[in-house]
């Protein structure tokens, strides 16, 4: 039920026929983020993200809620470091009205200056309010470590400095540059009609053009860095990011990586949750995730602890880390591990929304579709050899980075530097 077709001007537009479901959702996805601004445009991918919200030149804001709530649907927009997306999800039934009212904030907001200075006080208070969630903040103080001075260490939300500094025109601006027909693509999954459904996208958006400006699309490849930060903080815990090198979204051992991840910190079952929670019971929240880009990635352990138990909880991350890179797993923890992998992916494709998410990313990252069962064999692919390869590549070297934040005294800090380094 998969169909790929190019708009006349060059626009993606990639669609996963699903007849079971009563729903459909549709995304726009624009390949700019918060990498792609200079320093003094930091904040902009996330400012027009709310903006076109804010009215059109045939709606009011207020037109726009009222009319996405009266069709029991969702309407929403969300920022990253490589992409912009705006999406509609409702009723098969309620397509040609959501589709609609997604294209005319997409194609006819009207940025209205008194709308973005007002929008300019809800993005920082936006700002504050990470700066008040410690799990957040050293996350973002992580972020900065590891990207060093490269665009991938800046904040998505932006700074108060170039918030404060957005005029209209500069919006504009960033619009002709960034939002390409050549670097979107509309995704659709759900309950539709093909051909009618390509005939609306075709006239709605097949002769969109922001500008005849060319500019190519070029991004500079990160170079991770490894060390240490602390920042004290009057909180109640310490909240502490190992971080290690990790690998490209589209990256060939990705799925390695995956069950490396689930095995160290993923998943309630994994070494990381079991030996500091449920074994000593010195955390409350302790994970690892990834973060991959188009041409690079990291890990990241976090965990939040009583400021006298870091350095024996740093301990801890460390040992797992060093017996995964000496040892690797064995068979029956990587069965456990593809079936858990398998599990997940499987329930986490059952909405409209998020096959439509998939769609969009296969096509930004591969050009390509990936099949659930395509997944599957990959998953199963994995072998032990694999794992333990990509954990010896990923987990040892001089680029390992460690972040603090909390009420821990200058000595403490200090100690828990030197013990890391």
């Known amino acids: 039920m998969y169909r790929k077709l ?23 996805w624009v390949n700019a983020g918060s990498r792609d601004e200079s320093p003094a445009q930091a904040g902009y991918s996330h400012f027009i993200e709310h903006m076109l919200f804010k009215g059109t030149t045939a709606r009011s ?15 929403n927009a969300f920022t990253t470091r490589e992409t912009t997306t705006y999406y509609v999800k409702v009723l098969d039934q309620h397509l040609p009205k959501g589709l609609d009212l997604l294209a005319d904030l997409f194609l006819r907001s009207r940025l209205g200056k008194k709308e973005i200075e007002k929008e300019k006080q809800v993005i920082l208070e936006e700002i504050r309010m990470v700066q008040d969630d410690p799990e957040d903040l050293v996350q973002e103080l992580h972020t900065k470590l590891v990207m060093g001075r490269h665009p991938l260490s800046r904040p998505i939300l932006g700074r108060e400095s170039t918030v404060i500094q957005i005029s209209r025109q500069a ?33 709605t958006f097949g002769r969109y053009r922001p500008s005849n400006r060319i500019v190519p699309h070029t991004r ?23 971080g290690f090198k990790g690998v490209a979204a589209g990256h060939k051992d990705r799925y390695a990586v995956y069950a490396l991840n689930a095995v160290l910190g993923g998943s ?11 074994k000593r019971g010195l955390s409350y929240s302790v994970y690892s995730f990834l973060s991959g880009y188009s041409d690079g990635g990291t890990i ?47 329930l986490s494709l059952e ?3 998020s096959r439509m998410n998939k769609l969009a990313k296969d096509e930004l990252i591969a050009g390509t579709h990936t099949t659930l069962e395509d997944l599957i ?8 050899h694999q794992v333990f390869q990509t954990a010896q590549n990923l987990f040892a070297g001089d680029r390992i980075a460690l972040t603090g934040l909390g009420p821990f005294s200058s000595r403490q800090a200090g100690e828990l530097s030197a013990n890391f380094s």
């Open 6 to 28: 190019i708009l006349e001007n060059g626009i993606r537009l990639v669609t996963e026929r699903i007849p079971t479901l009563k729903s459909v959702t549709v995304g726009i």
């Open 61 to 75: 804001a207020t037109d726009i809620s009222r009319e996405i709530d009266a069709l029991g649907g969702e309407m």
């Open 171 to 203: 919006l504009l601006e960033y619009i002709d540059t960034h939002y390409r027909p050549q670097e979107i693509v509309l995704a659709v999954a759900g309950n539709f009609n093909q051909q009618r459904l390509e005939k609306t996208m075709a006239r």
């Open 220 to 242: 500079r490849p990160p170079e991770l860095c490894g060390g240490v930060t602390m920042k004290q903080k009057p909180l109640e815990q310490v909240h502490l990011c190992v």
């Open 268 to 278: 309630v079952s994994s070494r990381l949750f079991q030996e500091i929670r449920e």
């Open 300 to 346: 990241t352990v976090y965990a939040g602890i009583r400021a006298r138990e870091a350095g024996q909880v740093l301990d801890l991350i460390n040992r797992e880390v060093k017996k995964l890179a000496k040892h690797g797993i064995d068979g029956a923890e990587l069965k456990r591990t593809k079936d858990q992998m398998k599990g997940s992916l499987m």
């Open 351 to 353: 909405s409209s929304h």
């Open 377 to 384: 064999a990959e998953i199963d692919g994995v072998a032990e």
